[in-house]
């Protein structure tokens, strides 16, 4: 049996252990949940660079015992030289999903860190951990170098191709070519790039000598960015989006993430009157709750602002139960539509006051555009690859805000329970979570086990092109067959696969009691105080 990990002080999850122990770090010297997660988020971003880093967004559900939680925005807008003309005069009927010429959209991190810090600056009497030693352990491991990973190893390998002639990639990632397990990996650009921004602060990204830097390196590449951009750009605090559950309430980020999509696959499920984890009718029902959402999500969702509809009101319990009716419980609907790829980490923490974080940081694809910003070390995300220049939703325009599949959740429950929890992995993000929501809150399965449990995947994700329904090879076989028979597209995939997602889950019970998880199929741990 596979039990979570409990402790009382505070603790961080995270998909690479060295980013949770920088994180549970600083709440041992007495800092709170907010500013252990810039810790571990700078820290992450070194560690784990095929996955996420400073050159992306970030996502933040904040919550407090006795005030509504608070969401933080921290994404960037495309250039505003970012046009159709722009893509036509390059000759791109598309925009292009590697290169320079992806990297126009504004790197929106690092910003989020600074507004995360600011939302809660008055927490624990004002006292604040200075930024110095919140990115220490991200400066250091970028400077001494740290083990390449697995997964890094397997992603570099497999898009070696398409990255290797993106500028400074091969310096920054395989100076003596593609890594091996076990190669170190040092980083002393990025080093330099954070030292400054310790000393300088986290505003020198966007209207410093560092956002200088950036802007000269990525227009030398051929980026539509300039310094402009990154000046003009602001993190948001926003009013989450929330749910009402039998079992309590759940909050998440508004467009342009796919939030809303999270959210309604558990309010539609909760409508289903499924009774056990892991047969055939929890599977089936979630999957065609995801349809539901989907087919909105893809219609509708991109920046707020050029949004017709309100995407809270596809929450609210009318609308719920006008989609929760057209699940036939034993037949699967037609599919598919436009999936949404990218790749991403999620982390959690929590801290013995009872403030509870779920963050979301991503690049996009693995290792995002591959151009590294001048000589900085950070690599830019592609996160603008997600608009389209055909009419849609989410047709590029100039200072545009582009889709994102990036959505932390944080649920408050009826027990008094505050759980956060999240993964990575694109169409899969909001699957995932409602896997692990409903196995461990719905069904009553121990946090770990819920993680750890066999999933499943509607749609692409990992650079995949189909679109069926994917199972880990652990789902036992008269549920894949009953799937199959109610005219589910299957797929049997490898146990514990990466295409998966890297969950991790954060909960703080009303007696104190903190508890957490972490997915095999990632590099993590949950470091407790």
Not at 9 to 34: D, F
Not at 113 to 124: N, Q, S, Y
Not at 192 to 206: E, I, Q, V, W
Not at 416 to 429: D, H, K, N, S, V
């Amino acid at each position: 049996m596979l039990y979570s990990k409990t402790c009382i002080g505070g603790m961080v999850t995270a998909p690479h252990h060295l980013a949770a122990q920088a994180g549970a770090a600083i709440l041992r010297e007495g800092g709170n949940a907010v500013e252990a997660m810039v810790a571990a988020a700078a820290a992450i971003a070194v560690v784990y660079p095929h996955m996420n880093g400073i050159g992306g967004d970030g996502f933040w559900v904040i919550s407090e015992p006795g005030r509504e939680p608070v969401a933080i925005q921290a994404c960037g807008q495309s250039a505003v030289l970012a046009t159709k003309d722009f893509y036509a005069s390059h000759g791109d009927a598309a925009i292009p999903t590697r290169g320079p010429r992806a990297a126009l959209t504004v790197a929106g991190a690092v910003g989020g860190w600074a507004a995360a810090l600011d939302a809660v600056k008055d927490w624990d009497g004002g006292k604040k951990m200075p930024l110095a030693r919140l990115l220490a352990d991200a400066i250091h491991h970028a400077r001494a170098g740290v083990p390449v990973t697995r997964s890094q190893v397997e992603l570099t390998h497999d898009k070696w191709t398409e990255l290797k002639d993106q500028p400074g990639f091969a310096a920054t990632y395989a100076a003596q070519g593609a890594p091996s397990l076990g190669d170190i990996l040092k980083q002393p650009a990025l080093a330099t790039s954070l030292s400054r921004l310790a000393t300088a602060g986290l505003d020198d990204f966007y209207r410093g000598e560092l956002a200088q830097q950036f802007a000269a390196g990525l227009e030398q590449a051929g980026s539509p960015l300039r310094a402009s951009d990154l000046a003009a750009y602001r993190a948001q605090v926003v009013k989450p989006l929330v749910v009402q559950m039998q079992s309590g309430r759940i909050y998440n980020l508004p467009p342009p993430t796919q939030g809303v999509s999270a959210l309604m696959i558990l309010g539609l499920f909760d409508r289903l009157g499924v009774k056990q984890a892991d047969g055939f009718e929890h599977i089936h029902g979630l999957v065609e709750a995801t349809k539901r959402a989907f087919i909105l999500r893809n219609r509708h969702v991109t920046d707020r602002a050029h949004m017709s509809v309100d995407a809270a009101d596809w929450l609210s319990p009318e609308a719920l139960d006008r989609e929760a009716a057209q699940i036939d419980m034993q037949r699967a609907a037609p599919w598919p539509h436009a999936p949404k790829p990218g790749d991403t980490i999620w982390m959690g923490a929590a801290d013995a006051q009872g403030r509870v974080v779920s963050y979301i940081q991503s690049i996009f694809w693995e290792f995002g555009s591959g151009v590294i910003a001048g000589d900085t070390g950070v690599v830019w995300q592609n996160r603008g690859a997600s608009f389209t220049l055909d009419d849609g939703a989410n047709q590029l325009q100039p200072g545009k805000l582009p889709f994102h599949t990036l959505n932390p959740s944080l649920a408050r429950l009826n027990d008094g329970r505050t759980l956060a929890y999240g993964t990575m992995g694109g169409e899969g993000q909001p699957q995932t979570q409602a896997a692990v929501f409903s196995r461990h809150i719905l069904f009553g399965q121990n946090m770990q086990a819920a993680v750890s449990a066999p999933r499943w995947l509607l749609g692409r994700t990992w650079g995949t092109v189909s679109t069926n329904l994917k199972l880990e090879g652990r789902i036992p076989s008269d549920v894949v067959e009953a799937l199959r028979r109610a005219g589910h597209d299957v797929e049997v995939v490898a146990d514990y696969t990466d295409m998966m997602g890297h969950a991790g889950a954060v909960c703080v019970h009303p007696n104190g009691l903190i508890e957490g998880a972490t997915d095999p199929r990632a590099d993590g741990i949950c470091a407790g105080v």
